[in-house]
């Protein structure tokens, strides 16, 4: 099946500070990728929607100011969470649908981002 | 907007008993309901999906049921291993395909050797 790469894998950083994750589809253009939060135990909460060459799409509750999303090319989507505090620390994993309608979708690894 | 609830929440069975969960969603438009299989710290991954225009689809030991007037779908997996044990989230969509995905909450499923 096609492959999604995501970058870091595991972030720690010091709370103010910015975190960039990279997401990318190996074998297949993506125009649309999506970028999910999880907490341990629980299920994936959709962030944003990220569209190729347009502005995310985020979902009610999320700050679009907070979690920046880039989607600059057809196999790279890139997710900045600025001034990192605790609450932040989470699940992080990006996805992209294959191309077609029936297009199936592939998840990233994910990143385990820990704020300090 | 759509609601998946899933159960159970953990499930726990014996090494080659049947395992089934349960998932129910509320938006009637839903046409597509994918299952993902999640070891721990990995990437979820698909394990079967049912379209609408069918009540059941089987591959292998996994099968999933369908019942659109009761809006609830389920997953069967039928003499579980040691290697079954992941969490599993049911999941739906109103687009035909995997595009705005409702995620249920998880079942933690646990085959004991």
């Known amino acids: 099946g096609a492959v999604v790469s995501q970058h870091p894998s595991r972030v720690i950083c010091k709370s103010g500070t910015s975190v960039k994750i990279e997401c990318r589809s190996l074998?297949?253009?993506?125009?649309?990728m999506f970028w999910y939060r999880q907490f341990p135990k629980q299920s994936l909460m959709l962030m944003a929607t990220?569209?190729?060459?347009?502005?995310?799409?985020?979902e009610q509750g999320v700050e679009k100011d907070k979690f920046l999303i880039n989607h600059a090319s057809l196999t790279l989507s890139t997710l900045t969470v600025t001034s990192a505090h605790p609450e932040d620390s989470s699940f992080y994993i990006c996805?992209?649908?294959?191309?077609?309608?029936?297009?199936?979708?592939?998840f990233g690894e994910g990143s385990r981002l820990t704020v300090l | 907007g759509e609601n998946v609830e899933q159960h159970p929440s953990t499930l726990s069975v014996q090494e080659g008993d049947s395992a089934v969960i349960k998932c129910t969603y509320s938006?009637?438009?839903?046409?597509?309901f994918p299952w993902y299989k999640q070891e721990l710290g990995k990437r979820p991954q698909l394990i079967i999906d049912i379209r609408s225009n069918v009540g059941e689809k089987k591959d292998q030991r996994i099968a999933v049921t369908l019942n659109k007037t009761a809006k609830h779908f389920s997953l069967h997996i039928t003499e579980t291993q040691p290697e079954d044990s992941a969490v599993y989230f049911c999941a739906a969509s109103p687009w035909g395909s995997a595009r705005q995905l409702t995620f249920g909450s998880g079942t933690q499923l646990t085959v004991l050797p």
């Open positions: 074998d297949f253009q993506a125009t649309t």
């Open positions: 996805s992209a649908r294959s191309s077609g309608d029936t297009g199936e979708l592939f």
């Open positions: 938006d009637s438009a839903s046409n597509y």
């Open positions: 990220s569209n190729e060459g347009s502005k995310a799409t985020y």
